[in-house]
């Protein structure tokens, strides 16, 4: 509930005034759901190479993690505090990919699009949400990501998120900025 002031009517023709032309600031998250792959099939050639920018290799040379492990992962460079900030999900997110579901090689394609999207539109802080696996197994698409994130020029970094975010089922990630 918002607060009332008490203004006297000088005051109020004062603010009134100052405020003239000033319109009120919507917010809203953009939030990035793949399409089915049926319907992102690309229009023309130049939009299919955007998409073969990321070629992820099945070879994985990482150790295979829990599911209730956490990931992290930064390139040389990254300062602390932005690691930090990142880790304990401070920024603001700005697109969300949701892979529950999704083959390995559905995801795959989901995340290279996703990270052309980001790309083309300019965003830098992502939630790519992945699930935790099934039971005693291990979270098939946690490792994969592990491997295929490391892999994308565009990630700086990227960490397990927090419980209100989805917890070690879901990353944050950071994007290199386009000039």
């Given at each position: 509930m918002r607060k009332?002031?008490?203004?006297?009517?000088?005051?109020?023709?004062?603010?009134?005034?100052?405020?003239?032309?000033?319109k009120k600031i919507?917010?809203?998250?953009?939030?990035?759901?793949?399409?089915?792959?049926?319907?992102?099939?690309?229009?023309?050639?130049?939009?299919?190479?955007?998409?073969?920018?990321?070629?992820?290799?099945?070879?994985?040379?990482?150790?295979?993690?829990?599911?209730?492990?956490?990931?992290?992962?930064?390139?040389?460079?990254?300062?602390?505090?932005?690691?930090?900030?990142?880790?304990?999900?401070?920024?603001?997110?700005?697109?969300?990919?949701?892979?529950?579901?999704?083959?390995?090689?559905?995801?795959?394609?989901?995340?290279?699009?996703?990270?052309?999207?980001?790309?083309?539109?300019?965003?830098?802080?992502?939630?790519?949400?992945?699930?935790?696996?099934?039971?005693?197994?291990?979270?098939?698409?946690?490792?994969?990501?592990?491997?295929?994130?490391?892999?994308?020029?565009?990630?700086?970094?990227?960490?397990?998120?927090?419980?209100?975010?989805?917890?070690?089922?879901?990353?944050?990630?950071?994007?290199?900025?386009?000039?």
């Amino acid at each position: 509930m918002r607060k009332k002031h008490n203004l006297g009517k000088d005051d109020q023709t004062l603010f009134a005034n100052a405020m003239r032309g000033v319109k009120k600031i919507t917010y809203s998250k953009e939030h990035y759901k793949a399409k089915p792959l049926t319907q992102l099939k690309p229009k023309t050639a130049d939009a299919q190479s955007k998409t073969d920018l990321f070629y992820f290799s099945d070879y994985e040379k990482l150790d295979l993690v829990d599911s209730d492990e956490t990931i992290e992962f930064s390139r040389p460079g990254i300062q602390h505090k932005i690691l930090r900030k990142l880790r304990l999900g401070q920024y603001n997110i700005e697109a969300k990919l949701d892979l529950h579901g999704q083959t390995v090689e559905q995801a795959k394609e989901s995340l290279a699009r996703f990270l052309v999207h980001c790309q083309q539109t300019g965003i830098r802080y992502v939630l790519i949400i992945h699930g935790k696996g099934r039971g005693h197994l291990k979270p098939i698409l946690k490792n994969k990501l592990n491997h295929w994130l490391r892999e994308a020029n565009p990630v700086l970094a990227f960490s397990s998120a927090v419980a209100k975010d989805g917890s070690r089922g879901a990353l944050y990630v950071l994007l290199r900025r386009i000039t």
